[in-house]
């Protein structure tokens, strides 16, 4: 609605106040007209007035937003609202909550919009936001949220589910309990259901992935004594035109030692056209039982490219129950129809099949040849040549792999890690659907850290691939050891010639063209002297591979720098800062290093960049002087605090407000824009690298690596080399290429740790080797990597945002300038 894609022609109102208050004004965030659709007089409870959005399509709808309006005359908003919707424009449903309840909560005030998830979604291309109210005036603005429905189903029948009663156990409901069609004389028919909604069932039935529900809820489930004599379970899947079905996908429970099979068998006949009868000749399918493995599992049914508009499939029972969570469907275009080819005992072979199908002519009967060896001769050309294929593109492939791994031979301990874990492939397709892959991208109420332990059941079983033997082999410890595969003479990975600046943390904060850093004297750093002895030593902070980080006193620090904001206190005592010094062991390269650093730094200039002060580099040991936050790093500071609520202000907790989180993400944003123009990269962007002061103003830095808080942080390679993989792209660990993109990548992960208030590491539930075997699924790209859960804070479209980021392509990300561009309205003036 708010960005236009919902034209005006298609909202229209049962009624409205004024022209200025039509129902095309009823859009979130916009002041269009006199701001808001508004219906016309005072409404009552009795009152169904109604705005109606047409989709044009069948959408897959998740969530709705209302607002409300701020008028002239008085504050004009709905407290209450219910949902109606409609697949066909002409039966009208009413959407109700898994409780059973179809009020939905409306706003509180005239200008904050409520965001409702629908649980469960819909499947629908008509909506109807109707007003629930006491007599007042009622104005509202909306918008929308979902995907478009691309699998076509738009009901199915089924026998309801029952109850399974267990000594011991709670008795598990297995009927489908969000069910939109009619319920009569038992029959489930003419809606849609838990079958489609995207959930997936647990292993053990009894569970649910929902929050309130009872046992089984997740499940639509049947006995074999109340099926009748064949002891099976009939269903039709009714669609909205004709499709060419591959495949049929039935998420099945497999909980044998309760009685639970998959099903043992499967028929499925079809019907072209809905005014058409069934075909007598039906797909069946034999399932293989496995009565080892409890899981619960996805059953691919092959459908042999039938075209149908319908189908119908008779389900045999393998054991007293079967239950279903989920069922999906696949299909390919209609692009031949095979009933114009001349009948089966008359095909054309070889060329005279080319021929037919070019021009529609049969050959004559003059024209087959007679030599009876022709087919056998065909045959062994076709084989002939599939094998050269075979081998010409296992050559290709093969150079592709040896030119990647050869990267990763060479990786050195202050880019990348040295030993990859390469993810062995499962038999499992249970998350190969691109259905459930959809939904569980989509909805929050799916991505919650359950899911992403049963997402990777094989992660733990990754076998580790040897960087030095340049292949996913398996590694043969005899061969080469971490500390060998790191050389102090690797190349430079990033996509330009980058200058590594190592710095006391042992690794980098910035990392920039060789270009900017040339041969390096002392007039190259802009900093001004600061005289040591005015630097009194308060608490360490933390140290790295060359050096510590101090807080310290810097007496006169304002007067040295001839401007009052550098960093005196409100009460004018000396300043704090945070100062970085150079072990008096470290190496020439370290202390090169260290000076670099210094240069690059003292040429920044950016309001979210921490600051360099000073430095102190006439005599060792080498030091430089920066601010020092006094609310301490991101990380901290939000783990420590709650989301804002009435609960939150009458017990006086420290809490932060969503308005606050993006006035932080929009602030990174900005710092990140700064480095980005200037072409340097961070390497490694987090919430411990980010800063704030008194007024919530972060600026970004590099102390995370150095402070022992965060060690857990890092993955540590053969004594103190660590790396930030839970932060970084898959191309960095694997390839070790660092670039803006995979900054871009880090924003995404600290975007997310900001909305989760840093309670949990990103990926908390995988260890360190499986984060490294899931970048490996990124660099495969068959679908089966993980991403991070969609935060319950996090509004849906910064979510979105997220996920751009951690796009597997490099160009499909976004730039700094764009996710600036796109959290800057909540910058704070």
Known sequence: MEDGRIKDDDITASSQWHETTGPQYARLNREDGDGAWCPEGQLDASDLQFLQVDLRRLTFLTVVASQGRYARNGIEFARAYSLNYSRDGVIW??????????????????YAPVINDLHPPVVTRWVRLIPRTELSTVCMRV????????????????????????PGLPTAILNDSTYDGAHQKRPLSGGLGQLTDGVVGLDDFLLTRQYPAWPGYDYLGWRNISMGAD????????????????????????????????????????????????????????????????????????????????????????????????????????????????????????????CYLLTGA????????????????????????????????????????????????????????????????TDSHEYSDPHYERVFLLDPQ????????????????????????????????????????????????????????????????????????DSLTRKDISASEFPRQRLLFREKLGEGQFGEVHLCEAQGLAAFLERDAAGRDRDGRAALVAVKQLRADATSQARNDFLKEIKIMSRLNDGNIIRLLCVCVTSDPLCM????????????????????????????????????????????SSGMRYLASLNFVHRDLATRNCLLDRRLTIKIADFGMSRNLYSSDYYRIQGRAVLPIRWMAWESILLGKFTTSSDVWAFGVTLWEIFTLCKE???????????????????????????????????????ELMMRCWRRDIPDRPSFEGLYQALRPHVRQ
Not at 98 to 105: A, F
Not at 320 to 328: C, D, L, Y
């Open 143 to 166: 918008e929308l949220y979902g995907c478009h429905w691309e699998d076509g189903l738009i009901s199915y029948s089924a026998p309801e589910g029952q109850l399974m009663p267990q």
């Open 761 to 799: 590491q990103p990926y908390s539930l995988l260890t360190d080797q499986q984060v490294i075997a899931n970048t490996g699924e990124f660099f495969r790209n068959q679908g089966r990597q993980v991403f991070l859960y969609a935060p319950p804070l996090c509004p849906p479209s910064l979510f």
């Open 625 to 668: 002087v920066t601010e020092y936050m006094e609310n301490g790093d991101l990380n901290m500071f939000l783990s420590q605090r709650e989301m804002e609520s009435t609960l939150t202000h009458a017990n006086n907790i420290p809490s932060v407000s969503p308005a606050d989180l993006l006035h932080m993400s929009a602030q990174i």
């Open 446 to 517: 799916y991505q919650n850290p359950e899911t992403l332990r049963n997402k990777l059941p094989e992660l733990s079983q990754s076998a580790e691939a040897s960087a030095c033997g340049g292949g996913y082999a398996e590694p043969d410890v005899t061969q080469c050891t971490p500390h060998q595969c790191f050389h102090s003479n690797a190349p430079h990975y990033a996509e330009t010639d980058i200058v590594r600046l190592q710095g006391v943390t042992g690794s980098n904060m910035y990392a920039v063209p060789a270009l900017t850093v």
């Open 231 to 354: 002891q099976s379970v009939e269903m039709d899947f009714v669609f909205d035109r004709q499709r060419n079905f591959t495949s049929m996908k039935v998420h099945s429970n497999n909980m044998f030692s309760r009685g639970v099979k998959i099903f043992s068998s499967v028929s499925c006949w079809f019907k072209p056209r809905p005014s058409s009868a069934w075909e007598a000749e039906p797909v069946v399918f034999h399932t293989v039982l496995d009565d080892r493995n409890p899981s619960a599992r996805y059953v691919t049914v092959p459908l042999e490219r039938r075209a149908a508009s319908a189908l119908r499939c008779r389900f045999a029972f393998a054991d007293t129950w079967m239950m279903f969570s989920e069922v999906s469907f696949q299909y390919a275009p209609i692009t031949l129809s095979f009933s114009k080819f001349p009948p089966r005992s008359s095909f054309p072979l070889g060329r005279h099949l080319v």
């Open 93 to 110: 449903k009413s959407w109700k909550n898994r409780l059973g309840s179809t009020v939905m909560e409306g706003n509180k005030n005239a």
């Open 362 to 425: 049969e050959p004559s009967a003059s024209a087959v040849p007679d030599d009876s060896k022709a087919p056998i001769l065909i045959g062994c050309l076709v084989t002939i040549i599939l094998l050269l294929v075979i081998i010409i593109f296992l050559i290709l492939w093969c150079q592709y792999v040896c030119k990647v791994l050869e990267k990763v031979s060479r990786i050195r301990s202050g880019g990348v890690l040295a030993r990859l874990i390469a993810i062995q492939s």
